[in-house]
């Protein structure tokens, strides 16, 4: 959101009033025009790679942006700020949001979002804890879920599976349930295309569901409107709603859509409000 409504938006609108020709910033990708179509590649550093992140950039604003960091990888970047006298040349790389900074995402949330604690639950059914609300865990997460002494429990860390807002419940599990994270299909919506046009469905390509995840084959079908499904070749672990899927043919950025729902997340959630 921060790309899409402040760098490439209010950012470039800036540069439009200052008369600038050109904007640069310092995401690790690539561009490059192919028969009068630009393209966004992945950085030359995959593990700095940011494609992820700029899937809703539209061609209007590609043509108009400069990415020089993303022909080199990070450590001769690093070499460069420090010849060049920059004083920030070994500071050690960001991981909090954009304009939030390092600040823990619970605290960050509760600022704006009203706390409402609920059950946390096994698959079946089995009340193993409370949680303090829904917004404040992901699925997969491990850290942070407060369990502990549950009777017939393994001694094997808890980590979430679903949620289900309908009862307000945190479905969680330990090894045994480990397949309920696994799926191989999702239903992705408010889809976004770099080329500015979209695909002729169905076609195979690769895709993400996380930054940084290797690309994972994948077939996605027209759905409904600006609704797409992702059928992957192998069963992807904690896909995540609310999470973006990118895709991508080699290293050209096609695009992205916002995950909407997975069908074992789904049927978990159905099981716990019956």
Not at 69 to 98: F, H, M, Q, W
Not at 116 to 140: R, S, W
Not at 261 to 267: A, D, G, K, R, V
Request: proline share 4%.
């Amino acid at each position: 959101m921060c790309n899409r409504e402040i760098k490439f938006k209010t950012f470039l609108d800036h540069a439009d009033d200052l008369g600038a020709d050109k904007m640069a910033t310092g995401h690790y990708v690539r561009k490059a025009e192919h028969k009068g179509e630009f393209l966004l590649l992945k950085g030359l550093d995959t593990n700095k790679d940011q494609s992820y992140f700029l899937y809703t950039i539209n061609q209007y604003q590609l043509s108009r942006t400069l990415f020089p960091v993303g022909e080199i990888e990070k450590p001769e970047v690093r070499r460069i700020a420090e010849d060049l006298g920059l004083d920030v040349y070994n500071k050690k790389d960001s991981t909090g949001i954009c304009f939030i900074g390092e600040k823990r995402f619970q605290t960050f949330l509760s600022t704006y979002l009203k706390p409402n604690p609920g059950e946390i639950v096994t698959p079946a059914g089995q009340v193993v804890g409370k949680h303090n609300g829904l917004m404040y865990y992901t699925i997969g997460q491990r850290q942070g879920l407060g369990i502990g002494g549950v009777k017939d429990a393994l001694p094997e860390p808890w980590f979430v599976i679903a949620k289900n807002h309908q009862n307000n419940q945190l479905i969680v599990g330990q090894s045994r349930d480990e397949a309920l994270l696994l799926d191989d299909s999702l239903i992705a919506k408010q889809c976004s295309w770099v080329s500015d046009k979209a695909p002729v469905f169905p076609f195979k390509c690769h895709a993400k569901i996380r930054y940084r995840q290797a690309d994972q084959a994948c077939t996605v079908m027209i759905d409904d409107h600006d609704t797409i499904k992702v059928v992957f070749d192998e069963a992807q672990r904690a896909i995540t709603p609310g999470q973006s899927i990118v895709f991508y043919q080699d290293d050209v950025c096609l695009g992205g859509a916002v995950i909407e729902s997975s069908q074992l997340l789904t049927s978990t959630c159905e099981l716990k409000s019956k």
